[in-house]
Structures are given as structure tokens and as C-alpha cells.
């Protein structure tokens, strides 16, 4: 059973910094396309970025583009959110979550970690 935790969130003021990992358990990390999403109170989850399984290949939302980074290490099994200029609309729980797949998606994926909030503060 392929488990994910995530960690590394908190609050933070406007213009601040969080580096997000979430790490993979139970499965075969480097044979899964990883990605980041979050939820925000009142709002459905929306994709925020995506990496292919050997890392060469990432996708972002258009809001988070510039600001936020992710990357993977595959041989600690963990894929980290880097969070740079924060804003207070980046609130949410931050979900990390896997697809055994070849193809980045930004939609469809198997697996998800239990969420990590980021509050960020004006």
C-alpha cells in the first residue's frame, strides 16, 4: 500500500518562504509521475505542479509559476514543494499525491498524502 506524508507547512508572512516534502512509502517512488495540490477553505482542490518520474519534466499552474518549485529526489523517495514570495491566497492544505504513469497529468492520480495546511499572513 503506497502511503504519502507530507510535511514542512506552517504560517508565514506575506512575501515569505515554506519548502514543502512529502515522503513515499509502500511503492516504487520512481516509477510514479508525483504532484502538488492544494485546497483552500470554501474552494475545490486545484492542481498546482507536477514532475515526471526521473524529474526532468515539470508543470505548474499559471498562478504559481516563478514562485513555487518542485523538484524530487528519488533515491530519499520525498518530492518537495519549494515556496518562494508567498501570498495570502496561497492558503490552503497542500496535498502531495502519485500517479503510476508515464505522462504528467494534471488531473488523474492514484494515490494522496493526508494534506499539510500553509497560512500565509498579510
Known amino acids: 500500500q503506497v502511503q504519502l506524508v507530507e510535511s514542512g507547512g506552517g504560517l508565514v508572512q506575506s512575501g515569505g518562504s515554506l519548502r514543502l516534502s512529502c515522503v513515499c512509502s509502500g511503492g516504487t517512488f520512481s516509477t510514479y509521475v508525483m504532484g502538488w495540490f492544494r485546497q483552500a477553505p470554501g474552494k475545490e482542490r486545484e492542481f498546482v505542479a507536477a514532475?515526471?518520474?526521473?524529474?526532468?519534466?515539470?508543470a505548474y499552474a499559471n498562478s504559481v509559476k516563478g514562485r513555487l518549485t518542485i523538484s524530487r529526489d528519488n533515491a530519499k523517495n520525498t518530492v518537495y514543494l519549494e515556496m518562494n514570495s508567498l501570498k495570502p491566497e496561497d492558503t490552503a492544505v497542500y496535498y502531495c499525491a502519485a500517479n503510476p504513469s508515464v505522462l504528467i497529468s494534471r488531473t488523474r492520480y492514484d494515490y494522496w498524502g493526508q494534506g499539510t495546511q500553509v497560512t500565509v499572513s498579510s
Open positions: 514532475i515526471s518520474r526521473s524529474g526532468a519534466v515539470t
